[in-house]
T-cell receptor
Framework: KQEVTQIPAALSVPEGENLVLNCSFTDSAIYNLQWFRQDPGKGLTSLLLIQSSQREQTSGRLNASLDKSSGRSTLYIAASQPGDSATYLC????????FGAGTRLTVKP | DTAVSQTPKYLVTQMGNDKSIKCEQN?????MYWYKQDSKKFLKIMFSYNNKELIINETVPNRFSPKSPDKAHLNLHINSLELGDSAVYFCASSLRAPGNEKLFFGSGTQLSVL
């Protein structure tokens, strides 16, 4: 059974810093991996989707990488801003989407 | 226009009651889901429907019964509510089969069972 782990559980950085969030999964037979953002009291917003045949995806200041063989993905956020404060979840798609527990990011002004 | 909308946003009820949560998507997607997010914020799939047919049913008590009248709607009915059912329930949809498409989420229904 697929297990998804996110480290760290919480991260606090000063504004302007570049940062990396980590996601690992146990079964490499996946269709894709998605990174989501969740704001308090809100639903999840899909940030990036990487198909299993891809190595990375970029959107603005966000870059997500995927290494299926090692069961890892990273989400890189450049020049962080206070508005980036949220919980970031990764999810791997096989027969359905399996979610990690998330990393709660705080960007201090 | 909200792509995936669910109602109500908050639901407070007594143990033993029966309640329903409604979900509608206007994206033309074939697949809809219900997820449960517990107090530790862990998100776990409950059900997945593709074109009104159940395709995933995780280990969920049979007090939970999804109903899909058409592919744009997936409602969740819960019988005999228990304290442990308190959580945030999210509806989601994707264009096609689960695991292969971008997921779009509703804003969640916070259920509190007293």
């Amino acid at each position: 059974k697929q297990e998804v782990t996110q480290i760290p559980a919480a991260l606090s950085v000063p504004e302007g810093e570049n940062l990396v969030l980590n996601c690992s999964f146990t079964d490499s037979a996946i269709y894709n991996l998605q990174w989501f953002r969740q704001d308090p009291g809100k639903g999840l917003t899909s940030l990036l989707l990487i198909q299993s045949s891809q190595r990375e995806q970029t959107s603005g200041r966000l870059n997500a990488s995927l290494d299926k063989s090692s069961g890892r993905s990273t989400l890189y956020i450049a020049a962080s801003q206070p508005g980036d404060s949220a919980t970031y979840l990764c999810a791997v798609g096989d027969n359905d989407m399996r979610f990690g527990a998330g990393t709660r990011l705080t960007v201090k002004p | 226009d909200t792509a995936v909308s669910q109602t109500p946003k908050y639901l407070v009820t007594q143990m033993g009651n029966d309640k329903s949560i409604k979900c509608e998507q206007n994206l033309g997607h074939d697949t809809m889901y219900w997820y449960k997010q517990d107090s530790k914020k862990f998100l776990k799939i409950m059900f997945s429907y593709n074109n009104k047919e159940l395709i995933i049913n995780e280990t969920v008590p049979n007090r939970f019964s999804p109903k899909s009248p058409d592919k744009a709607h997936l409602n969740l009915h819960i019988n005999s509510l228990e304290l442990g059912d308190s959580a945030v329930y999210f509806c989601a949809s994707s264009l096609r089969a689960p695991g292969n498409e971008k997921l779009f989420f509703g804003s969640g229904t916070q259920l509190s069972v007293l």
